[in-house]
């Protein structure tokens, strides 16, 4: 239950670090500090992403599983690379970000993102067909997290943002569904 209960409050702190930033760079363009806020709340995502697997009823199986890992591998992959896009590429002038990404570390970069939507993708497949979770913010999930990995190389606009701020609502919602099943003691037998 503690596990639950710490995933599904991890869950609203990604949520928010996702959501608030987005909001604020809907007016001011990326800064240093919603930069900051992004880059370290992907910290956050792994517990969460463990609380939304281990709630029960939410299915078993091979596929789940495979699901599970290649979320989890692709959400430790993109989340390093959201720190390094957000707390040092940020930092560097243009052309120094273009020349590091014209080389091997921009085909790792696309690799990482591209483990990460597979592996949301396959998630959010598995949330939305065992419904455990409402449909609307396994959607969200299985939707917009993949559309931050694939619009994160472009700037800022009122588009992205509002991604950001419809991929915190799904996280905080999927949370706020852990939290509460936890108080009914609904882990996954082992």
Do not use: K, Q
Request: charged share 10%; net charge neutral.
């Amino acid at each position: 239950m503690m596990l639950l209960r710490f995933g599904a409050a991890c869950g609203v702190v990604l949520g928010l670090s996702i959501g608030v930033p987005g909001a604020v760079e809907a007016f001011t363009g990326e800064t240093t500090a919603t930069s900051l806020v992004i880059g370290l709340g992907v910290a956050f995502g792994p517990p969460a992403l463990t609380a939304f697997f281990l709630l029960r009823g939410n299915g078993s199986g091979t596929f789940r599983a495979v699901a599970y890992g290649l979320n989890a591998i692709g959400l430790g992959l993109f989340a390093g690379v959201a720190f390094a896009l957000n707390l040092v590429l940020f930092f560097l002038s243009d052309a120094v970000v273009e020349d590091v990404l014209d080389g091997p570390t921009g085909a790792v970069v696309r690799i990482c993102g591209l483990v990460f939507v597979a592996g949301t993708v396959l998630f959010g497949a598995t949330m939305i067909r065992d419904r455990v979770f409402p449909a609307v913010p396994a959607w969200g999930y299985t939707v917009t997290l993949p559309l931050l990995a694939l619009l994160a190389p472009l700037d800022d606009t009122p588009l992205t943002s509002a991604v950001h701020l419809l991929a915190a609502a799904s996280l905080i919602w999927l949370s706020a569904t852990v939290w509460t099943s936890s108080s009914r003691r609904t882990l996954v037998p082992a």
